[in-house]
């Protein structure tokens, strides 16, 4: 253990679409939240305390030191995405074209992507697990961000790796069916069970919609269950957040 503050255990990626692009993401080192999500929980919709999720979110607010608050959703693992500010935050991604809004996806083992316009002039967040990866996310995603084929690179955030995430048939199968390319995917697992890679998968979906700047998908969140929340492994437990935004 250290004694520094724990927020300098959040993870900046390196990782730089445009000079006006920020990035953090943050850990569950921390004392605030108490067991079962112990740590730094973001997640209103784990059964924490809505005022401790509130204070927790104020401190990544005070942390990031932007202008505004950083824009949350309540995620449903569809394909809806919204503008910062909306006020129906029933959505799976987020994007702005305003300066200092960052914007927010909580995981704890889906994938979570930012994406940004390479000249500067939007980003956004977008929570892909299997459902919504199969569903078409990513693409609604790019296609909101460059409605005119503008450039688009992406960077894919921490979540469950190939070897820590066994699916059956009933998650592969529909993926097969969409793209039969998805099957490089999969690695058999003997019993009718895979292993999904949800880094492989959502590159090549990104790269079908026009996205050939891909980066990051090296962190495993059930692999590194000290510095992340893994739903599979604790089950109930907490979300970190990936936050993206520019700076004017
Ligand atoms: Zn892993």
Redesign the pocket.
């Known amino acids: 253990m250290t004694d520094k503050p724990f927020h300098e255990n959040w993870i900046t990626p390196d990782w730089a679409p445009h000079a006006n692009v920020r990035v953090r993401v943050t850990t569950r080192h921390g004392d605030h939240s108490p067991p079962p999500w112990r740590g730094f929980n973001l997640g209103a919709n784990c059964d924490d305390d809505p005022r401790r999720v509130e204070q927790a979110r104020h401190h990544v607010h005070e942390i990031l030191g932007t202008a505004r608050a950083p824009a949350w959703l309540r995620q449903v693992h569809g394909t809806r995405i919204i503008e910062a500010g909306d006020q129906d935050t029933d959505a799976d991604g987020i994007f702005t074209h305003a300066p200092q809004t960052p914007c927010a996806v909580l995981t704890a083992d889906c994938l979570p992507v930012l994406m940004a316009r390479t000249d500067g002039s939007a980003v956004g967040a977008f929570h892909a697990g299997w459902r919504g990866l199969l569903d078409g996310i990513l693409e609604a995603g790019v296609a909101t961000l460059a409605p005119s084929g503008e450039n688009v690179s992406a960077w894919l955030g921490p979540a469950?790796?190939r070897?820590?995430y066994q699916v059956d048939a009933a998650v592969r199968d529909p993926f097969l069916l969409r793209d039969p390319r998805a099957a490089a995917g999969f690695t058999e697992d003997g019993d009718g069970r895979w292993r999904m890679d949800l880094f492989f998968l959502a590159q090549q979906r990104l790269a079908a919609a026009g996205v050939q700047a891909v980066e990051g998908g090296a962190l495993?969140t059930?692999?590194h269950q000290d510095a992340f929340y893994s739903y599979r492994h604790e089950g109930q437990t907490g979300r970190f957040a990936s936050l993206i935004w520019l700076t004017n």
């Open positions: 469950i790796c070897k820590c495993c059930h692999c």
